[in-house]
């Protein structure tokens, strides 16, 4: 007969069991290459979502599209290793300054850069395990005018439970890379001074032409 | 005369732009054009400096300055109007056209570099759209399924490991290094088209000029797009220029396991730790 402490072994059983099946996780590379590749998914499904809507306003178009880059990028971390060495010469008060800025900064050029690929087909095709991180492949084809697809690589990291963008590569190049050496340039030129990168990235954020549709129109113009 | 002067460039080029680039570089020293080497007790400047391996910046930044204005007054403009009038088709065909030209050049490099997968597809797309192709004005091959590429003596000495050596900004050509400026002076002396057009210097400025302004046409938004937001235009293309080439001469693979080490740097890098500076 089912007694109490029979029924509360059976519970414990049951519990443990459950937990087990939710806990253990196949090896962490499994998990992290299905993660990592639903998340990029979802980004650029989410992105190409805002794009293609028409019955959103330009400025609500980017308001949304600068939304969801916000969620999806690693900004501190991206931010601080674009910094590289003069991260140790600057105050924290310009760091403060420079990171509040370089959110503003990152998504105009997130925006204006990847538009271009907004009306296309990206496929996720797999990832590659780099250290602790993670890169996510994929391709954009252009059936439409039947111009070779391009490879996109997507550096991810693996922060607080929730995937991030470090960084994108497309046609080889790694944009936070470029960024890097731009700002690393900009900061040795006035004497490792950091400021001078925080007035020229503040230069760059008031600037009208980075919008998605700005540039969607030179592009209509152009063909 | 216009004439003379281009015999000399080209006379030059090909007798060994290393004398050039040496006669460039003395002069760079002599006038000033070198970058200032930090001293052993800035270790942060200097690091700095190694990583960006460009050591006549001041002198490539002249360059670069001079040529930002040939692309500001007559090169973009023209591909501006180029893009804009032509339709097409025509455009198409001027880039199929000039890419057929290149394949001489391909062909031996493909072979030079060993892959023979690649030099097969190089001649068959050179059998097809010369003769259904019409002197290559139609690529009836990439459909086929032969798709284009192009190689050049500057890949094939990296293939072989020559390091690229210091950032070079050559006057017309941009962006480039030691090797792949030698690079392309031996294939200009192995390109068939040098000789042929030997004493037709208004033809070949010609034909120069058409394929710098097709090319010029492709890129004018991705590079407008660069320049407006980038803090350093010249730095931001250095960088450019170096990953794009890199990968280049990988032929397209992926090459991840030379990405910066991240799990070094903590918020705040570490100077302790250097990351792989990125050479190629």
Redesign the interface.
């Known amino acids: 007969m089912i007694k109490g402490k029979n029924i509360s072994a059976l519970l414990s059983l049951g519990m443990l069991i459950a937990a087990s099946l939710f806990l253990s996780a196949p090896a962490r590379a499994e998990i992290s290459s299905q993660g990592a590749q639903d998340f990029v998914k979802s980004v650029t499904d989410r992105t190409l979502d805002v794009l293609r809507d028409k019955s959103l306003s330009p400025a609500k178009q980017d308001k949304q599209f600068s939304q969801i880059v916000r969620e999806s990028l690693a900004f501190?971390?991206v931010g601080?290793?674009a910094?590289?060495?003069?991260?140790?010469?600057a105050t924290p008060a310009q760091?403060q300054e420079y990171l509040e800025i370089l959110d503003e900064y990152i998504v105009?050029?997130y925006l204006?850069?990847l538009r271009?690929l907004s009306n296309e087909k990206i496929l996720v095709t797999g990832t590659?395990s780099?250290?602790?991180?993670i890169?996510v492949?994929s391709r954009v084809e252009f059936p439409a005018t039947?111009r070779?697809p391009v490879?996109i690589?997507w550096?991810l990291?693996y922060e607080n439970g929730a995937y991030k963008i470090?960084d994108v590569q497309a046609?080889?190049?790694?944009m936070a890379?470029?960024?890097r050496?731009?700002?690393?340039?900009?900061i040795?030129?006035n004497n490792?001074d950091v400021g001078a990168?925080i007035k020229?990235?503040r230069t760059?954020i008031t600037?009208p032409?980075?919008s998605v549709n700005a540039?969607n129109d030179?592009?209509k113009s152009?063909q | 005369m216009i004439r003379d002067r281009l015999h000399l460039f080209w006379a030059t080029l090909s007798r060994g732009a290393l004398n050039a680039i040496l006669v460039c570089m003395c002069g760079a020293v002599l006038l000033g054009g070198c970058a200032t080497r930090p001293p052993e007790s800035d270790p942060v400047a200097l690091a700095e400096y190694k990583e960006t391996n460009d050591p006549i910046e001041p002198l490539n930044r002249y360059f670069f300055a001079i040529n930002s204005l040939i692309d500001a007054f007559v090169l973009k403009p023209a591909a501006v109007l180029y893009d804009w009038s032509l339709p097409k088709p025509v455009k198409n065909s001027v880039r199929s056209f000039f890419n057929n030209l290149e394949t001489p050049v391909t062909l031996a490099n493909d072979i030079f570099q060993g892959e023979w997968g690649r030099a097969k597809t190089t001649t068959t797309r050179f059998a097809i759209n010369t003769t259904a192709g019409i002197g290559g004005l139609i690529d009836w091959a990439s459909p086929m399924g032969y798709p284009y590429h192009s190689e050049d003596f500057g890949q094939t000495l990296a293939v072989h490991g020559v390091g690229s050596g210091p950032y070079l900004y050559l006057p017309v050509l941009g962006p480039s290094n030691p090797r792949d400026g030698i690079g392309y002076a031996a294939d200009t002396m192995m390109n068939p088209m040098t000789y042929v057009l030997r004493g037709h210097d208004k033809v070949r400025f010609i034909l120069f000029t058409s394929n710098a302004i097709d090319r010029r046409s492709r890129a004018i938004e991705v590079l407008d797009e660069i320049e407006r937001s980038s803090v350093d235009y010249y730095a931001s293309l250095r960088s450019l220029s170096r990953q794009r080439r890199a990968d280049e001469i990988r032929n397209g693979k992926p090459d991840f396991e030379s990405l910066p080490d991240l799990s070094a740097s903590n918020y705040g890098s570490d100077d302790a730790v250097e990351e792989e500076p990125k050479k190629m």
């Open positions: 501190k971390k601080m290793w910094l590289g060495r003069y991260a140790k010469t760091i105009r050029v204006s850069r271009s590659q780099v250290g602790n991180d890169i492949l039947g070779p490879n690589n550096r990291v470090f046609l080889g190049i790694w890379q470029e960024q050496a731009a700002f690393a340039s900009v040795s030129k490792n990168l020229v990235l760059k600037a032409e980075a540039a030179v592009k152009a």
